[in-house]
C-alpha cells in the first residue's frame, strides 16, 4: 500500500518551497523630519536596527541622507527574503520616529524583480548584488504610477532603458534596483502626499546606486546628448505616456548599510547626517 503523506506535512513542504523561490521585498520609506529634530530623529532610527538585524527574514538595509540641505528628507531601503520580516519591523520603526517627522512617512512594500550590475542582469534577484557594505556614495529614488492598462508596455520601457545604459559602460555605476509594489494600494494612500492617481495601480519604483552624484550625472547626460539616442527617445515617450502622475525622482546619499549575514555585509558603528 502507498504510504500517504499528511495533507499538514504537504502543506508545510509547499510553503517553504514557495518562500525559497519567492523574489524578495524591500521596505521602502520616505521620512520629512522636523528641522529642529534630525538629530534626534537619526537616533530613534538607529534604536530599530537591531529588531532588522535579529529578524530572519533580513537581508540588509540603506539608511539615506538627502543631498539637498533643504529637503530634510531621509530614505530607508531595506530589504527582505519575504514580506513577513518587513511586516514585523515596520511599525515599531514608525512609532520610534514618530515624534520628530513633520508628517507620517510614506511607506511602500515591493517586490524586487530584476537587478542590475556591470557585470549581470538578473531576473532573480537576492538584494546583495551591488554596494554590499558601501558608504557615502550616492543613490537615487525613483517613484512611479503608471496606467493599469498601460502596464506591460511601461514596464519594458524602463527594463529597456536600464538595459541601454548599462550597456554603454558608465563609469562609477554600481547597479540598479527595479521593484513592484505588493498591491495596488488606494491612490490616498499610495501617495499622501503628491498628485494621486485616477486609477489605483501598482507603484513601479527604481532604487539605483553610483559612485558619486558627478558619476550619476553623467550617467544620465550620456544616455540622453549631446545627440539623442532615438532608442532613448522612443523609450522615454512610453515611459511619460504611461504615467498617471509626474514621475518623483529623489538624490540621496547613503549614510549606512548594514545586514546580519556576510552576504550583506553591514558597516560598523552609529549613522549619522553628512551635513
Not at 530614505?75 to 527574503?81: D, I, P, Q
Not at 501617495?191 to 550619476?216: C, H, K, Q
Request: proline share 8%; with cysteine.
Amino acid at each position: 500500500m502507498r504510504k500517504l503523506i499528511p495533507l499538514f506535512t504537504l502543506a508545510g513542504v509547499l510553503l517553504v518551497c514557495a518562500q525559497a523561490s519567492a523574489q524578495p521585498v524591500a521596505q521602502v520609506i520616505v521620512y520629512d523630519v522636523a528641522p529642529e529634530a534630525k538629530q534626534q530623529f537619526v537616533k530613534a532610527l538607529e534604536t530599530t536596527r537591531d529588531a532588522y538585524l535579529k529578524e530572519p527574514g533580513f537581508i540588509n538595509e540603506r539608511v539615506l541622507d538627502s543631498l539637498d540641505p533643504l529637503a530634510l528628507k531621509y530614505l530607508t531601503y531595506a530589504r527582505f527574503s519575504t514580506a513577513v520580516g518587513s511586516d514585523k519591523t515596520l511599525q515599531a520603526r514608525l512609532a520610534a520616529v514618530a515624534p520628530y517627522v513633520r508628517r507620517a512617512p510614506e511607506v511602500h512594500i515591493a517586490s524586487l524583480t530584476e537587478a542590475f550590475t556591470p557585470g549581470a542582469i538578473t531576473n532573480k534577484p537576492k538584494g546583495t548584488e551591488f554596494g554590499v557594505g558601501k558608504t557615502n556614495h550616492v543613490a537615487h529614488l525613483g517613484l512611479f504610477v503608471p496606467f493599469p492598462q498601460y502596464w506591460e508596455q511601461y514596464r519594458k520601457a524602463l527594463y529597456d532603458v536600464k538595459v541601454v545604459t548599462r550597456g554603454r559602460k558608465p563609469a562609477g555605476y554600481f547597479g540598479d534596483d527595479l521593484l513592484v509594489e505588493t498591491t495596488a494600494p488606494s491612490p490616498e494612500v499610495q501617495t499622501p502626499y503628491s498628485p494621486r492617481a485616477v486609477e489605483a495601480s501598482r507603484m513601479s519604483i527604481n532604487y539605483g546606486e553610483y559612485e558619486s552624484l558627478e558619476a550619476a550625472e553623467n550617467s544620465y547626460v550620456q544616455r540622453h546628448g549631446p545627440i539623442e539616442d532615438p532608442r532613448i527617445a522612443a523609450l522615454a515617450r512610453v515611459f511619460y505616456g504611461s504615467l498617471q502622475v509626474p514621475a518623483r525622482f529623489y538624490i540621496f546619499r547613503v549614510i549606512a548599510n548594514y545586514g546580519p549575514t556576510p552576504g550583506g555585509a553591514s558597516t560598523k558603528g552609529r549613522f549619522t547626517p553628512q551635513r
